[in-house]
Structures are given as structure tokens and as C-alpha cells.
């Protein structure tokens, strides 16, 4: 039988395990990405590793999230991290090179390498053929340290694309077709691999931001093939040299697959609160508009903006509009000065925001209140503009663009321009002048915001305490913690945990504390995919430091339920999904015998208001269970000295 791209990259990085679909394997990692916001802990986390010097082949780190620098507490932040780089031989990119997925795209990311980011939108590399995995920052911090990346082995799912895109029929569009099938939930530890001659008409960036959108899909990553257009991106790059070509073998076999006719698409949007909540623009034209952003790590590339730009040419923003663009990166945004399209977008009344995450993470540009905001971003989760009330939906950018003239939901196709001539460039500008390499020789600075990674404490053998809270279906880390305004005391666990749940329950943090001062381990109760979104492992270690020791849900996200484990949280499900319907919050809980249940992962939680017994499995690998016996990989870390 032939081997998929999936694992044919996983064979060439195995290290430990049967590489055998269910089974838990580790890889090693070659490159590895942090982000400021997540970057901080992970580096902290890396020096209370102890090691000197980063092992893997590569690691960035990159500035892109916060960037407003409201209070000294973010420009300390980017002063640790330029410190840290420079003394553990990382490569710094510097606030106003882009954002990290579209600049490590472009100066980075390498075709059949393994990537590991804390990040959950990592897997953009896919689009260049990387296996890229987003993952919390500890267990980036333990691949800088040359530790091997453990995860299971994935189903594979083909996604056989053929035809061709029409004209203002979009990337975008691919992925939320994508969405709309396979939707937010149930993927987990699943691969789409991008396969059929449909995959020939679509450039890497384009490619990319496909890969980018898997992640809201759950899936551990997504894979394109190494092709000419692969080796055509690189050559623009300047980075040729770098080219190998991947395929998967002829005869590969996958564990499902779907086809899209490429050709059959038309422009969809994400509706309100969720990435999965997809209708055909069509449907909801007329909708007023407004606000429009374009950018973010999803659609923010040259080609993009070249395109919202011939829509917008000669023509100028509804004044119920408000229009902010986003470039990706430095190089795009010096791309579209130099030949005229940052004057065509300036005219046309744009407001031109700087190169980084910004109004994705709800940082800035947080909408009116009710308002509706049409982005090209990824994520349009409750809550997570900044504006509670407002209704955020997910397009292309070619919706957007047409949208914010209008002033109303508007198909893309109905604009008087030309784009068929937009294409990606032979030569794209490179100028890497805002990354700082390595010197080995400066002082680590530490602001007086930057704190210490906090630990948890072995597993007792006593494990006792109340339901602190309830909450439903796919609450995501955006509800559990925060990032917008709340994003810069990421650094500060103390400050940061006083925000845990803002969104769901105010007082949330106050109650836990309380709890947790009594000498109780805290339990909080969820419904089926908790912990989707981003890799924030804050929504792990805010919770841990507010005395919460077990989450039982129907269902949790990978990436959070690692987070869990490396922080001593016990991520627990539900054996029979009816008995979420019998704990309210407030019972008073006890898991009995936690220790001894861990060797089977079969606990049993007591219901004491209730007066029943709940059965609850737990699914985590060896390690893991190691972890959560010591109370977190940090304390592992020091018990094997
Ligand atoms: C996101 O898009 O939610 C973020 C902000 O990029 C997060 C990381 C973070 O919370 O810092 C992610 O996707 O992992
Ligand atoms: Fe930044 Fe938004 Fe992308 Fe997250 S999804 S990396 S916040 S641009």
C-alpha cells in the first residue's frame, strides 16, 4: 500500500512509536515558531528548563500579537524576548515584520520539515508542505530543547480538489466549503491532505491560507504537495535552492475523502459565533455593513490585497463604513507601496493598520455595539472582537472589499473589475532586515510584568471540592481567557487569572479562589469540544493557578487537553455524554482514588449533592499520566533533575 504525504513526512521524523494510525508516536522537530503572546511563557518555560541554547534547526520568534503597547507592560514583554533570543540562539523578528504565519511562510517554511508553533494557526505552513503543528507553549519551549514532539498518529483525510476557482471566488472560499462539511467539532487527530489536479491552479499563499482554516476545523495539521508551484513560490522568495518536491504515493490510501469541484464554488461566509456556521453570501446579502477589516494570517498576502485593491479602485468606502487593512507582513505592505496599490486603498478611503495580529485578537478596532463586521480573519468566536454584541462574519477578501463599498453583504462577483491579471508576482520584495540574529552576548531584561511560570502540585490523593462552574457546548479559549485588552498581562498569571471565564461568568475567578483558599481542588464541567481555538496554554495555567484540578466535559480539543496534562489539570470525559445533564454547578464533587485510577484512565466521580456515581475515562499517553502524577511537565522536569 502507498503512503500518504502525512506519513511519509512522519516516517522521516520518527523517533519513538509504531507508526500505526490511533497510536502515540513522537517526531523530531526541525524548526519551531513562538508569537509574543504566547512567546513569553514558552520562553520562560525554556529557561526554567535549564538548557543554554536552542537544539532544533531553526526557532523564531516572532512579534506580531500585541503591539499597542497600552502601558509599559508589552514593550517589557518585546524587550524580554529580544533578550532571550539573542542569549539562546533564536532568531528575533521584530514588531512591523508581519505576522508570524505569513512572514515565516515567506522567509521559512520549508517543504517535507516539521514545524512545531505555539500558535494554533502554525499549520499555514501546510501550504508549503511542512508539517506544521500548533501546539502551548511548554511543548515548544521542550522542542527548542531538542525534546521530540509527541502526538497521535492521524487518520488521514484526502480532500480531492479539481477544476478551477471562478473569477471572485476565493481561497477563502475553499476553506469554508471545507468547514461547512466537516464543521468545528470531531476532527480531532485527523490530517487533510490536499490532493487532484484542482491543487495545480492554486499558489502557495493560496494554499495557505487553506491550511490556515484547517485549524478551526480541529485537525492536527494540513498538507499540500511539493510541486512546481511550490518551487515557483520559492524561487520568488529568493529561496530555490531550498525546493524538494513531495507527493503523496499514487496508490496512497486515506482514511476518508471528500472532493470539491472547484469550479462549482461561490463566495460563503462564516456567520456569527462560530467558523462552521457557513451560508452563501449570496443569502445574506443586503445585510447593513459596518465594519470591514482585511488581514490577519488567513488573507493578508499580496495577491490578496491586489485584489481587494482592484475593487476598491475608483471607488470609495459607504460612510457607514469603517474599512481597515492589515498587510501581513513588512515585505507585502513595502510590495504594495512601491507599485501604487497603498495609494488605490488610501483613496478609496481605507484606514491602513500596522502589519500584525491587531484586530484578529480583538486588540484594537473592536466594532460599535450590535454592529456588524465583515473580516477576512479566521475566527469570529463570541466575544473575541472585544464587543460582545457585535456580529462578526468571516469572507474573502473579494467579499469584503465589495462589501465595504456598498455598505451592505455584497456577492463579490457583481464588482466592475478586472482581477482576472492578478497573479502571484516571479519576484517577490525580500528584505530581512527586521529579524535580529543570535549574538549569544546580550543580558536577559525583565520588566516588572514578566513573572515566573507557575507550577501545580502533585496529584493528591485526596481529590475534593465543588462544581465552580458549567458551561456548555464549544467554549473555546477565547471564553476561558481572554486575549484583547486583557493580552498584556500575559506575562503576569496573577493579574491574568482574574479574567478567566470574563466573558461566561465575572465571577468565576473570585469563587475559584475562594475555594482553592479552603483547601479544595476545584472542578469546572463542559460539554462536547472544550478548549477550541487558539493554543493559549494560559486557558490551562490561569485556571490551575485559580486552584481548578479536574475539567469533565463530553468532549476537549487536542491542543488544550495537552495544555491540561503539562499543567496538571485532569482532562476527563464523560463516559455516558447523559450524565453532563446530571451535575449542576455547585455540587459538591469528589473523584475517588485519583491516583490509583490513572494506570487504567478509568475514574469515577461522586456526586455528593446528586448522591450518584458519574463514570469518566481519561485518554492521555504514558507521559502524560506521568505528568499529571507529578502535577505538570514542569515538575517532571525537575524530578528527573
Ligand atoms: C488566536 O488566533 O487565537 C491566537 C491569538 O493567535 C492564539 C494564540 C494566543 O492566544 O496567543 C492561537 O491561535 O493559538
Ligand atoms: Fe494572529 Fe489572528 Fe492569525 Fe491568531 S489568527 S495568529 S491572532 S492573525
Redo the contacts with the bound molecule.
Keep these: 500500500m502507498g503512503q500518504t504525504l502525512c506519513y511519509k513526512i512522519l516516517s522521516s521524523h520518527l523517533v519513538e512509536g509504531k507508526l500505526e494510525k490511533g497510536k502515540s508516536i513522537s517526531i523530531r522537530i526541525d524548526q519551531t515558531l513562538t508569537?509574543d503572546a504566547t512567546g513569553t511563557m514558552a520562553y520562560l518555560e525554556f529557561e526554567a528548563l535549564g538548557v543554554d541554547r536552542v537544539k532544533n534547526e531553526l526557532a523564531v520568534s516572532y512579534v506580531?500579537?500585541n503591539t499597542v503597547q497600552v502601558g509599559f507592560e508589552n514593550a517589557d514583554d518585546h524587550e524580554y524576548l529580544r533578550t532571550i533570543a539573542d542569549k539562546k540562539g533564536i532568531i528575533y523578528s521584530r514588531a512591523g515584520n508581519g505576522?508570524?504565519?505569513q512572514v515565516h511562510l515567506e522567509r521559512f517554511a520549508l517543504s517535507g520539515k516539521t514545524l512545531l508553533g505555539s500558535?494554533?494557526?502554525t499549520p499555514t505552513a501546510g501550504g508549503m508542505c511542512s508539517f506544521a503543528v500548533g501546539a502551548g507553549g511548554l511543548d515548544v519551549a521542550l522542542a527548542m530543547a531538542g525534546v521530540p514532539f509527541s502526538l497521535v498518529a492521524p487518520r488521514v483525510i484526502e480532500i480531492r480538489l479539481k477544476g478551477k476557482l471562478r473569477p471572485f471566488v476565493s481561497p477563502k472560499d475553499v476553506i469554508l466549503k471545507v468547514l461547512s462539511h466537516f464543521g468545528v467539532k470531531g476532527n480531532v487527530n485527523s490530517v487533510f491532505e490536499y490532493t487532484g489536479d484542482g491543487v495545480k491552479t492554486l499558489t502557495v499563499p493560496d494554499r495557505a491560507t487553506i491550511a490556515?482554516m484547517g485549524a478551526e476545523c480541529g485537525v492536527t495539521t494540513s498538507l499540500f504537495p511539493s510541486d512546481e508551484n511550490t518551487k515557483a513560490f520559492l524561487d520568488a522568495e529568493g529561496r530555490g535552492e531550498g525546493f524538494v518536491p513531495l507527493y503523496p504515493d499514487e496508490d496512497a490510501e486515506y482514511d476518508d475523502s471528500y472532493e470539491i469541484d472547484l469550479s462549482t464554488l461561490e463566495p460563503l461566509a462564516a456567520c456569527p459565533h462560530s467558523p462552521g456556521n457557513i451560508k452563501s453570501v449570496k443569502e445574506l446579502e443586503g445585510m447593513a455593513v459596518n465594519q470591514v477589516l482585511i488581514?490577519?494570517?488567513?488573507n493578508s498576502s499580496y495577491t490578496d490585497l491586489k485584489k481587494a485593491a482592484a475593487i476598491l479602485s475608483g471607488h470609495h468606502v459607504a460612510p457607514t463604513v469603517s474599512l481597515g487593512i492589515a498587510p501581513g507582513s513588512r515585505a507585502v505592505l513595502m510590495m504594495i507601496t512601491e507599485d501604487g496599490t497603498l495609494e488605490t486603498l488610501i483613496k478609496a478611503g481605507a484606514r491602513i493598520l500596522e502589519s500584525a495580529?491587531g484586530f484578529?485578537?480583538g486588540n484594537h478596532q473592536s466594532p460599535g455595539t450590535d454592529s456588524v463586521s465583515l473580516r477576512t480573519?479566521?475566527?469570529n468566536f463570541y466575544a473575541r472582537s472585544g464587543t460582545q454584541s457585535a456580529n462578526l462574519y468571516l469572507v474573502s477578501p473579494e467579499t469584503a472589499a465589495i462589501s465595504a463599498i456598498t455598505g451592505v453583504f455584497t456577492d463579490p462577483r457583481k464588482s466592475d473589475a478586472d482581477i482576472s491579471s492578478i497573479r502571484m508576482p516571479d519576484k517577490f520584495l525580500v528584505d530581512d532586515s527586521m529579524f535580529i540574529h543570535p549574538t549569544f552576548s546580550l543580558d536577559i531584561k525583565r520588566g516588572p510584568n514578566i513573572g515566573q511560570p507557575p507550577m501545580n502540585t502533585a496529584l493528591p490523593e485526596k481529590v475534593e471540592g465543588h462544581a465552580v462552574i458549567k458551561v456548555g457546548d464549544k467554549i473555546t479559549t477565547d471564553h476561558i481567557m481572554p486575549a484583547g485588552a486583557r493580552l498584556k498581562y500575559r506575562s503576569n498569571i496573577p493579574r491574568y487569572a482574574s479574567f478567566v471565564f470574563e466573558s461566561v461568568d465575572p465571577s468565576f475567578p473570585q469563587r475559584a479562589l475562594e475555594a482553592k483558599e479552603k483547601g479544595e481542588s476545584g472542578f469546572i464541567i463542559a460539554g462536547s469540544s472544550y478548549g477550541q481555538g487558539?493554543s493559549r496554554e494560559h486557558a490551562a495555567i490561569c485556571p490551575m493557578y485559580l486552584g481548578i484540578r479536574v475539567v469533565v466535559a463530553v468532549s476537549i480539543e487536542r491542543i488544550h487537553q495537552a495544555n491540561l496534562c503539562n499543567f496538571g489539570i485532569l482532562p476527563l470525559l464523560f463516559e455516558n455524554e447523559n450524565d453532563y445533564e446530571l451535575i449542576e454547578q455547585g455540587d459538591e464533587l469528589e473523584l475517588l482514588d485519583p491516583v490509583s485510577s490513572l494506570a487504567s484512565g478509568n475514574f469515577t466521580l461522586f456526586d455528593k449533592s446528586k448522591g450518584k456515581k458519574i463514570g469518566l475515562k481519561l485518554f492521555a499517553s504514558e507521559e502524560q499520566k506521568k505528568m499529571l502524577l507529578l502535577g505538570g511537565r514542569l515538575n517532571e522536569v525537575k524530578y528527573e533533575g
Excluded: A, E
Excluded at 488581514?295 to 488567513?298: F, K, L, P, Y
Design positions: 508569537q506580531d500579537h505576522i508570524c504565519h500558535d494554533s494557526h490556515n488581514g490577519s494570517c488567513t495580529c484578529c485578537i480573519s479566521n475566527r487558539s
